[in-house]
Nanobody, 118 residues
Framework: QVQLVESGGGLVQAGGSLRRSCAAT????????MAWYRQAPGKQRELVAV???????KYSDSVKGRFTISRDNGKNTVDLQMNSLKPEDTADYYC????????????WGQGTQVTVSS
């Protein structure tokens, strides 16, 4: 099992930047695919970005070109750099580890709110 602890986030004006960080326990962090999800009030949960164990990454169309996901296997961390933020990026953001059965059944962080004011 792996536990995820998130930090970062908060309130920012439109056009600004924030960085979310996620620290994982466990000695085999490097084998997990990692992702960031978000959920806005009244909306479905959305997969924002994925970074696989081979460091390949994918992004949702809504954040492509603005967000960057990265990982440091030496520190057991995965980060989400969010630039050019828009009010529609306002949501609770979650770090997730795929333990082998998909992200939905993986290990989820506690979630942290990101609010982008216009």
């Amino acid at each position: 099992q792996v536990q995820l602890v998130e930090s970062g986030g908060g309130l920012v004006q439109a056009g600004g930047s924030l960085r979310r960080s996620c620290a994982a326990t466990g000695r085999i962090f490097s084998i997990y695919d990692m992702a960031w999800y978000r959920q806005a009030p009244g909306k479905q949960r959305e997969l924002v970005a994925v970074i696989k164990s081979d460091f390949s990454s994918k992004y949702s169309d809504s954040v492509k070109g603005r967000f960057t996901i990265s990982r440091d296997n030496g520190k057991n961390t995965v980060d989400l750099q969010m630039n050019s933020l828009k009010p529609e990026d306002t949501a609770d953001y979650y770090c997730v580890a795929d333990l082998g059965a998909g992200f939905a059944l993986g290990s989820w962080g506690q979630g942290t709110q990101v609010t982008v004011s216009s």
